[in-house]
């Protein structure tokens, strides 16, 4: 057996476990980095592009910003369409904030440019990998590489490594608890070299279902649309999914669009998930380990870097302070937050989708709410906080 020895083992090599191990690194914090899968295949792993001004400051924090500033989009709004109408929620002026569009593989590069810059250790590919003994004063974790057995003796473990990795399933049944929400329909999406049809994200409720058009850069746009559960992305050409959209966006939106052939062509189920507590003595879980939202709201990646943020400054203030408070409150703090942008994630996918079993008393109270929200600066103001992500 290979043995290895650091402060903190992270298990998990996405922009949660990237960011964390940077944020160390550059506070003189020992780290090691493991995935089970290939630098490639995570950079070729297709997911959102919304940064809450939040997560933007973490990464100017990581030493990472600048190319962010530079190529990213920012929004001062989005658009919203029901029932004939569109409407727009101006974020700017309601609460002097913006959002960045800035894709999340974007995001992983500009990480692992940087973690390679410091030297700081990352093994990919691994097998087997387990957190062992994060109940005791000495933690490890264990994988094989190559047909070799290796251990990581550390202080602390942090889990980055996603709904299905092996952090959370490692913690007793008896010591945590889940709650999960199923939504009833899944999200067609496309990406495609065309420029976006406005320079802002547009969200429609249609009777035909959602219809949602975002963008990657000026160049590139992501498109998607509502489609049950069991549909296969076999099912859809790009000229059925270019008409299908069109017929769910205002009229003038679809007739400005821009088509062309899609290079990335998937089908996303929707899920509500959270486990608590997030912390079980040396263990901690982080981002999708711990939770899942619906993509309506944007708040994936976003909340996997506030859980960086809580779970970081309790570790620096562990090693250079002496002080256990921060790790002692990580889940509560953590878990606070998260309950927020569940509650937003469902909202939002709630007002903007067409269930199966939706009555007519249902479509009529889902109409009023999208109603009162057009003429609230109340309501406007408060979906703009949300949107823009609550305070750290």
Not at 109 to 138: G, H, W
Not at 366 to 388: F, G, I, M, P, W
Request: charged fraction near 25%.
């Amino acid at each position: 057996m290979t043995n290895h020895k650091t402060q903190v083992a992270i298990i998990g090599s996405g922009p949660s476990g990237l960011l964390l191990g940077q944020l160390l690194t550059l506070s003189g914090i020992d780290n090691i980095i493991i995935d089970r899968v290939s630098k490639d295949y995570i950079l070729s792993r297709v997911r959102a592009g919304v940064l809450e001004e939040g997560t933007v400051e973490m990464l100017d924090k990581a030493n990472i910003g600048p190319r962010i500033h530079e190529e990213g989009m920012l929004h001062g709004g989005f658009t919203y369409a029901f029932s004939g109408r569109v409407e727009r929620v101006d974020m700017r002026s309601l609460i002097n904030k913006n959002v960045m569009v800035y894709g999340q593989t974007e995001v992983t590069q500009d990480l692992m440019e940087a973690r390679e810059a410091t030297n700081a250790p990352t093994i990919y590919e691994v097998e087997d990998a387990c957190p062992v003994d994060f109940d005791s004063d000495k933690p490890y974790v264990t994988f094989k590489k190559d047909g070799v057995a290796h251990r990581i003796d550390c202080d602390f473990i942090a889990g980055c490594d996603g709904y299905h990795g092996p952090s959370r399933q490692s913690v007793p049944s008896s010591a945590i608890k889940t709650y999960e929400k199923e939504y009833p329909f899944g999200w067609l999406g496309i990406l495609a070299d065309v420029p976006p049809v406005r320079h802002e994200i547009i969200y429609a409720n249609n009777e035909r279902g959602f219809g949602m058009c975002s963008m990657r850069s000026t160049t590139r746009s992501r498109y998607y649309i509502q489609c049950a559960n069991d549909d296969h992305v076999d099912n859809w050409s790009d000229d059925q999914f270019w008409d299908e959209l069109r017929r769910r966006l205002p009229q003038d939106v679809a007739e400005e669009m821009t088509t062309g052939p899609s290079f990335e062509k998937s089908i996303a189920p929707l899920r509500s998930f959270v486990a608590e507590p997030m912390r079980f003595n040396k263990l901690f879980l982080v981002g999708d380990a711990a939770h899942i939202v619906p993509p309506t709201g944007a708040k994936g990646l976003n909340l996997a870097v506030s859980d960086v943020h809580y779970l970081f400054e309790g570790l620096r203030e562990y090693y250079q302070e002496k002080s256990t408070a921060g790790i002692d409150a990580y889940s509560q703090k953590a878990l606070s937050r998260v309950w927020k942008a569940v509650r937003f994630s469902w909202w939002f996918t709630t007002c903007m989708h067409r269930f199966p079993t939706t009555t007519e008393f249902d479509q009529k109270i889902q109409e009023s709410d999208l109603d009162y929200l057009s003429k609230s600066v109340a309501a406007q103001t408060a979906v703009a906080e949300n949107y823009v992500g609550l305070p750290f």
